[in-house]
């Protein structure tokens, strides 16, 4: 990887869709069901508890695939562009994981099929860019990688439930 901050120079049509692209899936990661289960930890059953511990962490995966998308961004000298909270979470405050798992897995499927868009559009755009555009490339094949492992650990823990 460059630490030449001309090799990750992208021009305008390339990097407007990139911040937007790289600011949604920001947006997907901070405000996921994985953070709001952090915060505010819902009703569980006995057998919910034991899939429990399995799931917590993925708090934290979100957390940091943020940081990676953000230092991403900040690397290629590219802003952020803000999204809005969807205050609708808080009606998850009162429901059991059970009832959670398969929003979570819904949302897990909608986060892998944004995140290989993302990877989609930049290998499109790769031409004449190849520092920047590996750069890119690399950071979101690992953050898909983690994420479809947790889609799986998601369905496992709602198969351990059924």
Do not use: C
């Not at 090799?7 to 911040?19: C, T």
């Not at 919910?48 to 943020?66: E, F, G, N, Q, T």
């Not at 405050?93 to 944004?114: C, D, G, N, V």
């Amino acid at each position: 990887m460059s630490t030449d901050p001309s090799a990750h120079a992208l021009s305008d049509q390339i990097a407007d869709p990139l911040i937007e692209r790289l600011s949604d899936l920001i947006a997907t990661e901070l405000q996921s069901l994985a953070r709001h289960l952090d915060e505010a930890r819902p009703y569980m059953s006995r057998r919910a508890y034991k899939v429990w511990p399995r799931l917590r962490p993925m708090a934290v995966v979100s957390r940091d695939h943020a940081r990676r998308l953000t230092a991403l961004l900040t690397r290629l000298s590219l802003p952020q562009r803000s999204r809005t909270f969807d205050p609708s979470v808080a009606a998850h405050h009162y429901q059991s994981l059970e009832s959670l798992l398969p929003l979570f897995i819904e949302e897990k499927t909608r986060q892998i099929a944004a995140y290989e868009q993302a990877v989609a559009q930049v290998a499109a755009a790769g031409a004449g860019h190849a520092a920047a555009v590996d750069d890119v490339a690399a950071t979101l094949s690992d953050l898909l990688d983690e994420n479809r492992r947790q889609l799986a650990e998601l369905q496992q823990a709602a198969a351990d439930l059924a």
